[in-house]
């Protein structure tokens, strides 16, 4: 099976821009979560779609938003970019919510 | 507040060596936890869950709820071990549910032949 793919694997943005991120789940995983990792934070939960249906949250403002569509696959939007939303944004897939699989992640830089 | 802590940046061992990489954590209610593991170069994976209280490549973890702790232990480190190691908690709303995890810091494990 391929594994979690996300797109794009790089991205550069000035602040005040909007950028979405995509994540391709593993085929028959229906749950996707959403995590950011940086140096000082490390890994931080965003959020989780579970068959299009957002079942968990984390502690990040309004511009973080994300949706699954009815294949699964899953986008996740940041509006209004600021300096410190420079991160590796990971996506993992899982069936129902057990064991994760993660994808490479895509690294965000704001400029 | 859910909280995981691992309070060893890093640790050196040499190969052949017990490890020990500690955890702690802070929940209220009967926690799930988790190891993941990031080979170089390689994806985040799970190692181990506490729940399936198995051994995977020679590690091992014990729930101590006294403790609140999770420690991960290996009696003989190997140099492929060398990576980093991240202690986990599910904090979801759904029982057993990995989707929303809250990780420690990390632990970088180096092995040295």
């Known amino acids: 099976k391929a594994g979690v793919t996300q797109t794009p694997r790089y991205l550069i943005k000035t602040r005040g821009q909007q950028v979405t991120l995509s994540c391709s789940p593993i085929?028959?995983?229906?749950?996707v979560s959403w995590y950011q990792q940086t140096p000082g934070q490390g890994l931080q939960f965003l959020f989780e779609?579970?068959?299009?249906?957002?079942?968990n949250k984390g502690n990040f403002p309004g511009r973080f938003s994300g949706r699954q569509f009815s294949n699964s696959r899953s986008e996740m939007n940041v509006s209004t970019l600021e300096l410190g939303d420079s991160a590796l944004y990971l996506c993992?897939?899982?069936?129902?919510?057990?064991?994760?699989?993660f994808g490479s992640g895509t690294q965000l830089s704001v400029l | 507040a859910q909280r995981v802590t691992q309070p060893e940046k890093l640790l050196s061992v040499f190969k052949g060596a017990p490890v020990e990489l500690k955890c702690n954590y802070s929940y209220s209610g009967s926690p799930e936890l988790f190891w993941y593991v990031q080979y170089s170069r390689q994806r985040l994976q799970l190692l181990l869950r506490?729940?399936s209280r198995e051994s995977i490549k020679g590690f091992t973890a014990d729930l101590n709820k006294g403790e609140t702790s999770f420690h991960l232990k290996k009696p003989f480190a190997q140099e492929e071990d060398s990576a980093m190691y991240y202690c986990?908690?599910?904090?979801?709303?759904?029982?057993?549910?990995?989707?929303?995890?809250?990780f420690g810091k990390g632990t970088k494990l180096s092995v040295k032949p």
């Open positions: 779609y579970f068959s299009e249906t957002q079942r």
């Open positions: 085929s028959g995983h229906r749950s």
């Open positions: 993992a897939s899982s069936f129902w919510g057990e064991k994760l699989f």
């Open positions: 506490h729940i």
């Open positions: 986990a908690l599910s904090g979801g709303n759904y029982g057993g549910s990995q989707g929303n995890l809250i």
